[in-house]
């Protein structure tokens, strides 16, 4: 199994009942994972069935998934509320009796707010709402399928990225190893001009002066950060190569590398060996960027 990417888009449409339907879904990345639906009134119905299509294809991600809906062509129409119109007339009997007025006409109760509607074609009895969602959620699951697709098409494209930046990382990190090869005796060619200085003006003990020296060349001593830095690269390909959702496990990883290249760049007693360890904080950093994309 490839890596997948938390990004992708995706649509579906369907028709039936006198009305078409499109979903559009789209997914970035996300801390966990979190599902937004956006739905006309009446179908809220249908909301625990579609989170549990998307957990079933999600594990981690923001996703946003909105449907709209469209009459079918001449479905579109006015209709009379029923109900209403017949409460209309009631009130006008009530109030002509009461008055000996003249009964209201037709036109005029037509005209009253809510007796005439606009007929959206939505099922309104029991039966055909059930059919209408079930199609609904069938149009969803297959939006939630090539959302899936998506994602891990963009994966593939991650992963070679993720690689390409890891074989960065481990090349600076040889780099920095030959440079630092070569700082233990730069430092003592350093010190030793200093330390004559000093001996010839008497202004120091020369068993402070050993004791500085091997303090210095303890903190200029960078082969525990390399080798971490060597480590955390096999386990970034391992991870990479693993075939599960590893997102969480990289951005941990990039956050050791970054340490461990903050500690070597304030070790570094060379100016050649400071410029390898900010151009690998470059690449950990172009590095965490892609990883916070992966599921």
């Known amino acids: 199994m490839a890596l997948v990417s938390m990004t992708g888009f995706s649509d579906a449409q369907g028709a039936g009942g006198g009305v078409r339907w499109r979903w559009e879904v789209k997914s970035v990345n996300g801390r966990g994972f979190d599902l937004r639906l956006r739905m006309p009134p009446g179908f809220e119905g249908i909301e625990p069935a579609a989170r549990v299509l998307a957990s079933e294809r999600v594990r981690r991600g923001s996703i946003q998934a909105t449907l709209t809906l469209e009459a079918s062509d001449g479905v579109r129409g006015l209709r009379i509320d029923a109900a209403a119109l017949a ?19 037709i036109d005029g109760l037509l005209a009253l707010k809510g007796v005439i509607v606009q007929d959206d074609g939505l099922p309104t009895d ?30 593939l494209k991650l992963g070679a990225l993720l690689e390409a930046q890891i074989a960065d990382i481990a090349r600076l990190t040889a780099e920095a190893g030959a440079l630092a090869a070569t700082q233990p005796q730069a430092m003592r060619d350093r010190l030793a001009i200093q330390l004559r200085e000093l001996l010839e003006s008497n202004q120091v003990a020369e068993d402070r002066l050993a004791q500085e020296v091997a303090l210095l060349a303890l903190r200029g001593d960078v082969r525990e950060e390399l080798d971490r830095l060597g480590a955390h690269v096999q386990e970034a390909r391992a991870l990479l190569g693993s075939g599960e959702a590893v997102g969480r496990k990289l951005d941990f990883l990039a956050q050791e590398f970054n340490r461990e290249a903050n500690t070597l760049c304030s070790k570094s007693a060379d100016i050649a060996l400071t410029r390898v360890g900010l151009a690998l904080k470059a690449a950990i950093d172009q590095f965490r960027e892609q990883a916070q994309n992966v599921e």
Do not use: C
């Open 87 to 105: 409460s209309a007339v009631r009130i006008a009997k009530e109030v002509a009796a009461e008055t000996g007025l003249a009964p209201a006409s």
């Open 126 to 155: 029991d039966a055909a709402r059930a059919q209408r969602d079930a199609a609904v959620l069938e149009s969803l699951a297959s939006a939630f399928d090539a959302l899936s697709r998506a994602r891990k098409s963009e994966g």
